[in-house]
């Protein structure tokens, strides 16, 4: 395909300005005290959403040492001790800025249903056994692909990469035991504040945060203008 005939296919600036939808009826009134509680209560729901793919796919954005924030989609493992957790390598451009820098975003944009949720707060590494327990439940061929990847790094050909999984599933043929590599984990985002989004008509959206206070450990809810 030329670059002309793609451009003919494309969308023309007023067609990309005039898209947009009126949002629904169905309000929020209010949400439980515990945010984990909601959370889970949107989670289950976006799951049962035919429409919606991989409900625990979440945004994550980071501020790296030089100044510059990064964002990429990673998936939920695990929402529990009061956190949010998700699987990585530790030596990614996302862990090295976490390192610096703790403080991150997620981001849950379940479009389909007019909501999302955002969540701000601080990541922690979890503990070396916890991440070993979750690696032994992962597909052999992804435990294999941890193995390949210096997740981050430049790769001079995709032969490259290809060549180091064969490696790595010739040293762990399937069916054996894959050990957890060191540089592979999870970290736990702590929440300081969890915002929930549901779309409403005339674009009077709500907006319900969460926030933490930080001396008595409790939460607050309030509510935003859209
Ligand atoms: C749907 C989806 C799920 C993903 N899940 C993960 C994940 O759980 N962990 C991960 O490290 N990368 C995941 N990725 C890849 C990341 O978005 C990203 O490309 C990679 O982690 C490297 O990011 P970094 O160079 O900013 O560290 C996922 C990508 C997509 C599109």
Do not use: C
């Amino acid at each position: 395909m030329t670059l002309d005939t793609a451009m003919d296919n494309s969308l023309t600036r007023a067609e990309i300005s005039a898209m947009r939808r009126s949002y629904g009826e169905a309000g929020l009134e209010t949400l439980p005290a515990d945010p984990f509680a909601a959370f889970m209560s949107w989670l289950t729901e976006a799951r049962a959403n035919p429409v919606i793919v991989e409900a625990n796919a979440m945004v994550l954005s980071t501020l790296g040492g030089d100044g510059d924030i990064s964002t990429r989609t990673v998936l939920l493992k695990d929402v529990s001790e009061g956190g949010f957790t998700f699987f990585t390598n530790y030596s990614s451009r996302k862990s090295h800025a976490m390192e610096i820098n703790p403080q991150v975003t997620l981001l849950f944009p379940w479009y389909p249903m007019e909501r999302q949720v955002s969540i701000s707060g601080t990541a922690e590494k979890i503990a070396q056994s916890e991440s070993a327990e979750y690696f032994a439940t992962r597909p052999w061929a992804s435990q294999i692909g941890a193995w390949a990847s210096h997740q981050s790094a430049p790769l001079a050909s995709r032969e490259e990469l290809e060549q180091r999984w064969q490696g790595a599933a010739e040293k762990w043929p399937e069916g054996t035991e894959v050990p957890l590599p060191p540089y592979w984990g999870g970290y736990r985002v702590m929440p300081k504040n969890i915002e929930f989004w549901q779309g409403r008509y005339s674009r009077l959206h709500d907006r319900l945060r969460y926030e933490l206070d930080a001396t008595t450990n409790n939460w607050a809810l309030n509510r935003y203008y859209p």
